[in-house]
């Protein structure tokens, strides 16, 4: 599967972004779904995953700001930021995984994106 991730920008503390992560296949019942970033300076690190809309799973340092939903039918995966913070700058990337469950140590994933940067300003 090839994936295209885009959305990311410049964006100010407190504000939100969306990024999107286009498939070029059927993602439901084939693949497990990521969103992983990469600070400045840092390794990669877990964000989000999702089985399905109903079974999902966020890092703890995004609970209660980051949201990651699918819409099967374009075979795109989203990642809504809301309450952006400095901290949350960096390269996004979207994975996949025919893993039956969410994958938490990126070397473990077998497909990418290419990333897109985000930065928050203070």
């Known amino acids: 599967v090839q994936l295209q991730a885009f959305g990311g920008g410049l964006v100010q503390a407190g504000g939100s972004l969306r990024l999107s992560c286009r498939a070029s296949g059927r993602i439901t019942g084939n693949f497990v779904m990521h969103w992983f970033r990469r600070p400045p300076g840092k390794e990669r690190e877990f964000v989000a995953g999702l089985i399905s809309n109903n079974n999902t799973h966020v890092a703890d340092s995004v609970k209660g700001r980051f949201t990651i939903s699918a819409d099967n039918a374009k075979n795109t995966v989203y990642l809504q930021m809301n309450s952006l913070k400095p901290e949350d700058t960096a390269v996004y990337y979207c994975?996949?995984?025919?893993?039956?469950?969410?994958?938490?140590?990126?070397?473990?994933?077998?497909?990418w994106g290419q990333g897109t940067q985000v930065t928050v300003s203070s």
């Open positions: 994975a996949a995984d025919r893993h039956k469950n969410i994958i938490t140590r990126a070397h473990h994933v077998s497909y």
